[in-house]
């Protein structure tokens, strides 16, 4: 089984649709990210939590929102998605020296 | 702040030849580094880190990497590559300075080994 664990691994959604991306961890790690991938720009942070009372915004945050559920558990909602939200995203989980373990990715397009 | 550069989009290199992948970086206390490889239609997969110690890490698949303080630059190197080394690879850094801080992620470079 994978350490990290994101579902769907695909979705199509339309223009205005809440849609909500999950994300399950077997490392026994506080700290959980979400990323996402757009070609040429990398890997950007939207949210990520140090435990699960602790939520911060990364540099992308505008339009989404997070839950962390429980130490395990991060999910990532677009409260009404748009197109320019299409793109790769990535859970990922780490340790405190930072090293970071990723999931298979949730490909989402909005349309 | 805390930023990461990968100044080349695509690296072009023939099996064999050695191999170069660039990255530098601005933190303002220690930087922890790290570089991971991204396979079509898979995740990031870890290759190596540096937090502390010798200069030149070395990592999975032969990889290694030389931290330079001075010119703030961790760049990925593989003695002889191979075909299946073709990917998208990322640097990341972190500021070690502060435990309250996620990896920050260069754009990545495509590496293509020619046959």
């Known amino acids: 089984d994978a350490d990290v664990t994101q579902t769907p691994r695909n979705r199509i959604t339309k223009t205005g649709k809440r849609i909500m991306l999950e994300c399950s961890q077997t490392?026994?790690?506080?700290?959980m990210y979400w990323y996402r991938q757009d070609p040429g720009l990398g890997l950007r942070l939207i949210y990520y939590?140090?435990?699960?009372?602790?939520?911060n915004k990364g540099e992308i945050s505008d339009g989404y929102s997070v839950s962390r559920q429980a130490q395990a558990k991060f999910s990532l909602s677009l409260e009404s998605a748009i197109p320019n939200q299409t793109a790769l995203y990535f859970c990922?989980?780490?340790?405190?020296?930072?090293?970071?373990?990723f999931g298979q990715g949730t490909r989402l397009t909005v349309v | 702040a805390q930023s990461v550069a990968q100044p080349e989009d695509q690296v072009n290199v023939a099996e064999g030849n050695p191999l170069t992948v660039k990255c530098t970086y601005s933190?303002?206390?220690?930087?922890?580094l790290f570089w991971y490889v991204q396979y079509p239609n898979r995740g990031l997969q870890f290759l190596l880190k540096?937090?502390?110690?010798?200069?030149l890490v070395k990592g999975s698949y032969g990889f290694e990497a030389e931290f330079n303080k001075s010119q703030t630059s961790f760049h990925l190197k593989k003695p002889s590559a191979l075909v299946s080394d073709s990917a998208l690879y990322f640097c990341?850094?972190?500021?070690?300075?502060?435990?309250?801080?996620?990896?920050?992620f260069g754009s990545g470079t495509r590496l293509q080994v020619q046959p």
């Open positions: 990922a989980t780490s340790g405190t020296q930072g090293r970071a373990f």
């Open positions: 490392k026994g790690h506080d700290r």
């Open positions: 939590s140090f435990d699960v009372k602790d939520i």
């Open positions: 933190v303002s206390g220690n930087p922890y």
């Open positions: 540096y937090i502390t110690g010798d200069n």
């Open positions: 990341a850094v972190r500021d070690g300075g502060t435990g309250r801080r996620a990896l920050t």
